[in-house]
């Protein structure tokens, strides 16, 4: 009888002392990694998680070494996570990028893309640090990128993140 006691008590103080399980984008964590947006503008990023939400920033440059044709694209992006579980969220918010690309053919002015692009974004912690994510919504062009699309594209707004914690 005291040996059935002391396995009960056991397994009760293990079951009351276990916590909730938690995967990386836990708050207070930073993930580093690479993302696009719906556009296609996108590069090296960095997401910071607050918990209920995520914020983060991408940077990308390339110079092919002629003249005038540098090319820089930058933006950042806010989800707000309405459902999540211990391995994955879905926010809704969006992002904004910026892309200056410099000339491509002699006489050709450099052109300035703003991309807004509201919309979800799904991610799914496939270990407890590193999330593979997918962004869908709509596309809103200015400046130089004219034009709005709605769209989903799984390869055009895919994005991995490692989080350190």
Known sequence: MMKNLSIGTGLLAMVLGAGVASAGGSKG???VGGEQQISGLGGISANYDMGEFHVGGFLFFSDDGGEDDTDVGLGARFFYHVH???MA???VGG???LGLVGDRAPGDNNTTLVFIEPGFQARAFVASNVALSF???LTIGTADAEGMT???QPTGAAGFHYYFF
């Open 84 to 86: 999540s579980t211990a």
């Open 95 to 97: 992002s904004f990028g």
């Open 135 to 137: 962004t869908g919504g």
């Open 150 to 152: 709605v769209t989903a």
């Open 89 to 91: 969220d879905f926010g």
């Open 29 to 31: 964590s930073l993930g």
